[in-house]
């Protein structure tokens, strides 16, 4: 088998020790970074700030996301337990069609709009910021990147598979027939599990850079607004990367390892913004170029796993094409999830 469960483990140790490094990098960056850009507004913005308040607001931000991301990661996993919510059921298409709408809105609405407000942010250089359009470039980068990953691993493991059907079929028929109907050892299992993975990577990403941002904010008029609006937030994005769990059939201790994870990001993040807020210089040129690479890569990684890996997949399930009343229900969850989440823009900026 290809990923056997000590290779999971050990995937997930890599992409932990990955993020604390990403962390770790930007953390330093904005702490260490210099921001001369637009010092009346950063005064002007210093009037509202109300420290003790504030603190109050992260800590219940900290809470309300937790609680949301365990709702809604954990309701697509637990869904197959019941016969309505069941994988092989239509109404588990349409959640999956709502989630994708979310995960779609969230690269193109939320995330690549940030990247593109921070690498064209006056307080950093026209040149070169300010000659191409890096938000765009990135994300497009970052989803070819994740194409060429999902073909290579995929194809790899294709071949595997054939060069070990080829010797021996008169002996071993009977194992090599029930290794390949063997449905943990499918492309299709692979490939969920791929998924799974890089969409849970592009979403803690993003969330660090989110909860450090929040954590590190005195002000409670910019807090209180993006508390429910980021426990929405977490709640829709979490059934998306469930379903993906879910679908991917992993071990018990993985998928407990892969919600951890999942959960406690943001949560995390608040914590460590509320660490360095002292420090902290929300302008600092340096800081705002690697968040904004981050995020463009984050959304090009969701658009495409939206797109190709959720939306198309499920759109051209022949189950789907042979009812056209599952399609249109479909499409219409598709369009309820990308407005739901494209609404808390308004809540956000409340």
């Not at 809470?63 to 309505?84: D, E, F, H, Q, W």
């Not at 910019?222 to 992993?250: D, R, Y």
């Amino acid at each position: 088998m290809f990923l056997s469960s000590s290779s999971r483990k050990s995937i997930a140790i890599s992409i932990t020790i990955i993020l604390l490094l990403l962390l770790n990098q930007t953390t330093t960056t904005l702490v260490s970074s210099k921001c001369t850009c637009d010092d009346n507004s950063s005064q002007a913005s210093s009037n509202n700030n109300n420290v003790s308040e504030a603190l109050k607001y992260k800590l219940i931000a900290m809470a309300t996301t937790l609680v949301a991301s365990i709702i809604g990661v954990c309701l697509p996993i637990m869904a197959k337990n019941y016969r309505y919510l069941n994988p092989e059921n239509d109404l588990y298409l349409l959640v999956k069609s709502f989630a994708a709408g979310v995960i779609l809105a969230t690269g193109f609405i939320h995330i690549l709009h940030d990247a593109f407000e921070n690498l064209t942010s006056p307080c950093i250089s026209e040149k070169p910021w300010g000659l191409f359009p890096f938000s765009g470039f990135v994300a497009m980068v970052a989803a070819i990147g994740t194409l060429i990953m999902e073909a290579l691993v995929t194809g790899y493991h294709k071949r595997s598979e054939l060069i070990k059907a080829q010797p021996l079929e008169d002996e071993d028929e009977g194992v090599h027939h029930h290794h390949n109907n063997n449905g943990l050892d499918s492309p299709d299992h692979l490939r969920n599990t791929i998924v799974s993975q890089i969409l849970e990577l592009a979403i803690v990403a993003h969330s660090i850079i989110v909860g450090v941002s929040l954590g590190v904010s005195q002000s409670p008029n910019t807090i209180k607004p993006l508390v429910t609006a980021l426990s929405f937030h977490q709640c829709f994005e979490g059934m998306g990367l469930g379903a993906c769990i879910s679908q991917a059939q992993f071990k018990y201790h993985t998928v407990v390892i892969m919600v951890l994870f999942f959960c406690l990001t943001i949560p995390t993040g608040i914590g460590v913004g509320i660490g360095i807020s002292k420090i902290y210089n929300e302008g600092s040129p340096k800081a705002l170029i690697v968040e904004g690479l981050l995020l463009s890569a984050s959304a090009g990684i969701l658009i495409y796993m939206a797109l190709v890996d959720l939306l198309a997949s499920d759109f051209m399930n022949p189950k789907m094409l042979r009812s056209l009343r599952l399609q249109l229900s479909a499409i219409l969850a598709l369009l309820v999830g990308v407005t739901c989440m494209s609404l808390l823009v308004f809540w956000e900026g409340a």
